[in-house]
């Protein structure tokens, strides 16, 4: 949940900057990629990302939060439809900001925020499974203690099995 | 309404206006193209950023 900001909003009133949130937050899902200011883009993070996470989600009731803030129906359903699934295995962090330096005219810092839609990385992916798997184990301590002393009979038949099936492909050549 | 009392010497201005300074802006080198760059910001010669490419950092009246 974001923070509330503290401080003017953006555009004036509260109402405009609802209305500019809104409207980044539809051009971003449409456009994938967005130019603008950096205090726009440092606004607008929180409330994409909360929308991708009901995107998630992807219930009619989650659907309706959205169409709440993102009216256009087409937006809606590519946010639904292709965007969700393409952050699945991420656990936050959808968008990604990257200051391009002041623009001219008036040299506001601008910058450009973008969604994550690349795979997650090797190392990501591997720190998740490690997690998982730790949390899995976690409960099933006291079960697997007490099947290990059955898995090891047939471990001890296998090796066995392994060499009378590799003296048949031996057996085979000659 | 506080209005000066007395006319402000040229000394005492510029005895003020002494102390505003100018700062040098923080530059580093660019990884791709070796040119000057703000750190944190895309640069805007080759608009390389972390291995990634913005064409929208790029600044034609950029030179160097």
């Not at chain 1, 555009?11 to 809104?22: S, V």
């Not at chain 1, 969604?115 to 998982?132: D, F, G, I, M, N």
């Not at chain 2, 040119?35 to 390389?48: D, E, M, S, V, Y």
């Amino acid at each position: 949940m974001p923070t509330p900001t503290k401080g003017p909003r953006l555009g004036g009133g509260p109402a405009h900057e609802r209305l500019i949130l809104a409207n980044l937050a539809t051009s971003l899902f449409e456009h994938k990629r967005i130019t603008t200011t950096e205090a726009k883009a440092k606004r607008l993070r929180p409330l994409a990302e909360r929308l991708i996470t009901f995107a998630k989600r992807g219930d009619l009731p989650a659907r309706r939060r959205v169409l709440t803030v993102v009216k256009s129906k087409d937006v809606v359903h590519v946010l639904f439809t292709e965007i969700a699934p393409a952050v699945a295995e991420r656990q936050g962090g959808y968008t990604r900001i990257t200051k391009i330096g002041p623009r001219k005219g008036d040299n506001a810092p601008m910058a450009v925020i973008e969604l994550v839609l690349e795979p997650l990385s090797p190392k990501q992916a591997t720190v998740r499974e490690a997690e998982k798997a730790t949390k899995k184990a976690a409960p099933k301590k006291a079960a697997k203690k007490a099947d290990e002393a059955v898995v090891e009979t047939p471990a001890d038949e296998a090796p066995v099995a392994d060499e009378v099936v590799a003296d048949a492909v031996e057996a085979d050549k000659a | 309404m506080a209005v000066p009392k007395r006319k402000m010497s040229r000394s005492n201005t510029r005895a003020r206006r002494s102390q505003w300074k100018a700062t040098a802006t923080a530059l580093t080198t660019c990884t791709q193209c070796k040119g000057n760059t703000r750190p944190h910001i895309a640069c805007p010669t080759c608009g390389n950023y972390n291995g990634r490419q913005y064409a929208e950092a790029v600044r034609t009246e950029h030179a160097g």
